[in-house]
């Protein structure tokens, strides 16, 4: 089953907007990962924001963590059309298995020119 | 770095055929590598996890004799579909996590292959 939970399920702005997407989780974590996907692609792996983190910045991209409320925000500012993808929130935790990561449901976001 | 290569990226057979996926760590050596699968316009639904040496670990609902994972070295690990019908096709997609040297294991994001699209007649 799912754990994360994002909104908007799908977001469309103008090029140089920022875009938000939210991500909401059940459980425990002990880091919370974004990743981006094109069309028809694999994942690549954005940012990485650990438990006892509140708040990381990398480039365009600013993510906030609320284990209080079992929420992260993922912020991309200045957006430009090539940032149109689909953003899915993962948490992680660590199993006998290894580094087990749970997807949400995932943000499409379309940037127009 | 962390570049994983997955092959075949498109397939179509007929019903009844088995399917070897691959998903190789071409740059570093893989300590775990998990198998999703994806609907369209859907999240990734973990399938199993795979570490070298051992057998796969299998989320609950996923059939193994269905999709047999070998993970013969830290670099390869293979997904087959047997006996492949309609309702298997979808995105597969795998994903490499580097073995750790320092650091924290959960600090290490994961690193995913291109996918392949399975279409079953």
């Known amino acids: 089953s799912q754990q994360g939970e994002e909104d908007p399920q799908a977001l469309s702005i103008q090029e140089g907007e920022n875009a938000t997407m939210n991500c909401s989780y059940k459980?425990?974590?002990?880091?919370l990962q974004w990743y981006r996907q094109n069309s028809g692609r694999g994942l690549v792996h954005l940012i990485l924001?650990?438990?006892?983190?509140r708040e990381k910045h990398s480039g365009r991209l600013r993510v906030t963590l609320d284990t209080s409320k079992k929420s992260s925000s993922l912020l991309i500012t200045a957006s430009r059309a090539a940032d149109t993808a689909s953003y899915f929130c993962?948490?992680?935790?660590?199993?006998?298995?290894?580094?087990?990561?749970?997807f949400g449901t995932g943000t499409q976001l379309k940037v127009e020119l | 770095g962390a570049v994983v290569s997955q092959h075949p990226s498109w397939v179509i057979c007929k019903s009844g055929t088995s399917v070897k996926i691959e998903c190789r760590s071409l740059?570093?050596?893989?300590?775990?590598m998990f198998w999703y699968r994806q609907f369209p316009k859907q999240s990734l639904m973990l399938m199993a996890t795979?570490?070298?040496?051992?057998?796969?670990?299998?989320e609950q609902g996923v059939e193994k004799d269905k999709f047999l994972i070998n993970h013969a070295s830290l670099t390869l690990s293979t997904l087959t579909v047997t006996s492949a019908h309609p309702e298997d096709s979808s995105f597969y997609i795998c994903?490499?996590?580097?073995?750790?040297?320092?650091?924290?294991?959960?600090?290490?994001?994961?690193?995913f292959g291109d996918g392949t699209r399975l279409s079953i007649l």
């Open positions: 795979s570490n070298e040496g051992s057998k796969a670990t299998y």
């Open positions: 924001i650990r438990s006892n983190e």
């Open positions: 459980t425990s974590i002990n880091n």
């Open positions: 994903s490499a996590s580097l073995r750790p040297g320092t650091g924290d294991l959960l600090d290490q994001p994961q690193h």
């Open positions: 740059d570093f050596q893989a300590t775990t």
């Open positions: 993962a948490t992680a935790r660590l199993t006998g298995g290894g580094n087990k990561l749970t």
